[in-house]
């Protein structure tokens, strides 16, 4: 999978509306399309989108290993990869404490289990795991597994573990500080160069009017902001003190004081904002260090999700 993606979530519109939109990025061109995990089941829309579609990569962006035994998460993995014949990608990850808690999920040691998970779904890719003394099926077509990586030291599990890496709002200098943690623990482990696809997922606020464009995105990153993994890419990227500022609004529960605490200059180094001309230059940083697939992640701006989506589609498509 090369060049660029775009994220979709049955947000605010129904599963064939949602179905609807990636084709819609299939025809337009885009390299994949990447399926985040909130309100919906990842997995559940990307059989969807590989049953619409004929071409384009499908990746979970991404599953949240703590709601999914991870022998049932493989076998639906292998469901949905016989579907897409060949086109789908498994992207794991460890979802945010506070989420977890407030389900009554003790996330406990992240890294740990994510590594005895993806274990596992090794081994029932592989043939190897047997379940009531049925051996698991083994899939038509591999199965690459990508880590959402906020942490470096998640990264570096990728390198051992991982096919892929699945980065999301962090500036391009902190994007290859991840790939080179990377790959270093790959090459330490034998494999060989290139063996890990880079993928970096970037918000966008697409808009003609700059301004609206900063104020919408005060407003979608303040929430990041507001969660620990991502408060702390904040503050080791040289925004510590707006992050202490978003963390402490979030505590107060004041929405207003933490999108105030967004300065524009966070907000451009972890974003793209305003006109298309301007977002596509700013993408050009990302390139430079080192991104194989570039996912946008499309937010409205004064308009309804779909709209949104159509907008950046519309926008971005020139560039694949």
Same mark, same amino acid.
Not at 40 to 64: F, G
Not at 93 to 110: D, K, Y
Not at 279 to 297: F, K, N, T
């Given at each position: ?13 129904? @599963? ?5 939109l990636?084709?819609e990025?299939e025809?337009?061109g885009?390299?994949g399309?990447f399926?985040p995990e909130a309100?919906?089941d ?7 989108v590989?049953?619409?579609t004929k071409r ?7 599953v949240?290993? @703590?709601?999914r035994e ?10 949905v $990869? ?9 992207g ?5 404490r ?6 009554g ?6 890294r ?5 998970d ?13 379940m009531?003394g049925?051996?698991l099926?083994k ?10 990586a906020?942490a470096?030291?998640?990264s ?6 991982a ?13 290859r500080?991840?790939?080179d943690a990377?790959?270093a ?10 063996s ?7 918000p ?15 407003r979608?990153?303040a929430? @990041? ?12 990227s040289?925004?510590?003190e ?7 609004a979030?505590r107060?529960?004041?929405s207003s004081?933490m999108?105030?605490a967004v300065t524009n200059?966070l907000a451009d180094?972890?974003a ?5 001309s ?5 993408? $050009?940083?990302? $390139? ?7 996912i946008?992640?499309p937010n409205?701006v004064?308009e309804? @999700? ?6 950046? $589609?519309n ?6």
């Amino acid at each position: 999978m090369k060049g660029y993606g775009i994220t979709l979530a049955p947000r605010g519109v129904s @599963y064939a509306s949602f179905v609807q939109l990636a084709r819609e990025v299939e025809d337009a061109g885009f390299g994949g399309v990447f399926i985040p995990e909130a309100l919906n089941d990842a997995l559940l829309c990307s059989l969807s989108v590989a049953n619409a579609t004929k071409r384009i990569a499908i990746a979970t962006w991404i599953v949240n290993i @703590y709601l999914r035994e991870p022998a049932l998460c493989a076998v639906a993995a292998e469901a949905v $990869q016989e579907a897409a014949e060949g086109r789908f990608v498994l992207g794991l990850g460890v979802s945010h404490r506070p989420a977890l808690e407030a389900r009554g999920i003790e996330m406990g040691n992240a890294r740990v289990r994510l590594r005895h998970d993806t274990e596992v779904i090794r081994k029932a890719f592989n043939g190897e795991l047997q379940m009531f003394g049925t051996p698991l099926p083994k899939p038509t077509h591999p199965i690459p597994i990508y880590f959402a990586a906020l942490a470096l030291e998640t990264s570096k599990l990728a390198g051992e573990l991982a096919d892929g890496l699945m980065l999301y709002m962090c500036p391009p200098e902190r994007m290859r500080k991840s790939i080179d943690a990377a790959n270093a623990v790959a090459r330490e482990h034998g494999r060989k160069p290139g063996s890990l696809t880079n993928t970096c997922g970037v918000p966008v606020f697409l808009h003609e009017d700059l301004k609206a464009a900063y104020e919408a995105a005060r407003r979608g990153l303040a929430f @990041y902001g507001a969660l620990p993994f991502y408060n702390r890419i904040m503050a080791n990227s040289g925004f510590a003190e707006p992050a202490a500022r978003i963390m402490d609004a979030s505590r107060r529960r004041d929405s207003s004081a933490m999108a105030a605490a967004v300065t524009n200059e966070l907000a451009d180094a972890v974003a793209l904002i305003g006109p298309a001309s301007r977002c596509i230059e700013r993408l $050009q940083a990302y $390139q430079a260090q080192g991104a194989d697939v570039l996912i946008l992640a499309p937010n409205a701006v004064n308009e309804d @999700y779909a709209s949104g989506v159509r907008r950046v $589609q519309n926008a971005f498509a020139k560039l694949n």
